[in-house]
């Protein structure tokens, strides 16, 4: 089974259908969608049409969470201001079906899936922080800090016999994992993986899917994953796109801040 596995398009419909169109040339069973496909960028409707058509598995994520509670206190500036934006273009006014449909879909979207080995969170697959917590490292080898957020990830997938944990929220695109003979964590960003990687010998595996629309490791071509489940393989995708017509809809909806246009452009 082929599995397309995408992430925090957050309302960047330009790169979701970048995307959508190399997942058709790479004979993909299904997409999995693991959240956040609305915040921060101006087209919320037509990203969650876009995942309502093309998914068999969606996910929610940090920003539909917070919408859906409107539980906005710890935003900052700019993801305040987006996701008032959002909530408002994707609240019912009325009976409009399509307004109800996309409303009572965020609502039913689950925190986690799970497949066989393999757990789709968006952010963690720790009990209460599936949205919430960032799981992150530095590139290369480093201590593993016992207790870390990290750690107990990793011992959490270990006790539950999952082998692989897919995951966005960072936007940032890798491989993370404990080598048990060096006693070290390992994190392999994207573009240091030598495509496609088997996978296997040092399971568990965090791998962060990285963002569609709103990558932040300074590369601004959409990014995505392809497992295979019958060779434990996965592939990461970058897919380049025009970003203009994204920096020109920013820049033309005030209550978008400004500097998203320019993180839109070079990826940070």
């Known amino acids: 089974m082929r599995t ?3 992430s925090d398009i957050h309302g960047n419909i330009f790169a979701a259908d970048a995307v959508l169109a190399d997942i058709r040339d790479q004979s993909i069973d299904r997409i999995f969608c ?3 496909t609305v915040g921060y ?3 919320p409707r037509e990203c969650l049409d876009f995942v309502i058509r093309n998914c068999k598995i969606v996910l929610r994520g940090n920003h539909e ?6 539980e906005l206190d710890n935003f900052s500036d700019v993801a305040y201001d987006s996701a008032i934006f959002t909530r408002k273009e994707l609240e019912p006014h009325d009976d409009l079906s399509v307004e109800r449909r996309r409303w009572q879909f965020m609502h039913t979207l689950p925190y986690s899936y799970t497949e066989d080995e393999a757990l789709y969170v968006h ?5 209460n922080l599936l949205v919430s917590e960032y799981l992150a490292a530095d590139d290369g080898e480093q201590e593993l800090s016992s207790g870390s957020p ?3 990830a990793l011992m959490l997938l270990g006790k539950k016999g999952i082998k692989f944990c897919f995951h966005g929220h960072t936007h940032v695109a890798g491989i ?8 070290k964590l390992i994190f392999l960003p994207e573009k240091n993986v030598i495509l496609p990687i088997r996978l296997g010998e040092h399971a568990p595996y965090l791998i962060d899917v990285g963002s569609v629309g709103m990558p932040r490791d300074f590369n601004p071509a959409a990014c995505y994953v392809i497992f295979d489940s ?14 203009l017509p994204m920096q020109y809809a920013i820049r033309n909806t005030p209550q978008i801040n400004e500097i998203l246009a320019e993180r839109v452009k070079y990826g940070t």
Not at 230 to 243: C, L
């Open 150 to 152: 990290i750690d107990l």
């Open 123 to 127: 952010a963690s697959p720790r009990p």
């Open 34 to 36: 693991l959240g956040d």
């Open 4 to 6: 397309a596995i995408i």
């Open 176 to 183: 993370m994992y404990h080598d048990k003979k060096k006693d």
């Open 230 to 243: 019958d060779k434990q393989k996965i592939e990461f995708r970058r897919i380049a796109y025009n970003p």
């Open 65 to 70: 969470d917070w919408i859906i509670r409107n």
């Open 41 to 43: 960028l101006p087209f």
